[in-house]
């Protein structure tokens, strides 16, 4: 058994899910800003070139990260619409 000193939980160490929810995609976000700072990701976007696709795929690749995760970033920065 742990008992997580930061959010006073306990758990056994078999619990695939020693977070909640709220905290996972806190900590997603904090990845994310942290992988994909807003700032270089807007200059990359502005200064590539081609089709919505390929300039999606050009700024993952600098970023060495999926298109799918790119995607998102940029949608979540209102740089690209969400496609429902």
């Known amino acids: 058994m742990h008992v997580d000193k930061l959010f006073g939980k306990t758990r056994h ?13 806190q900590a997603n976000r904090g990845a994310i800003k942290l992988l994909m700072p807003q700032f270089p ?14 300039r999606v795929a050009k700024v993952a690749e600098i970023f060495d990260i999926s298109t799918e995760a790119m995607t998102i970033r940029l949608e979540t920065m209102g740089i690209l619409k969400r496609i429902t």
Do not use: A
């Open 13 to 25: 160490n078999d619990d695939p899910h020693p977070l909640n929810p709220d905290h996972e995609i």
């Open 41 to 54: 990701v807007e200059q990359m976007w502005d200064e590539s070139k081609g089709t919505q696709e390929e």
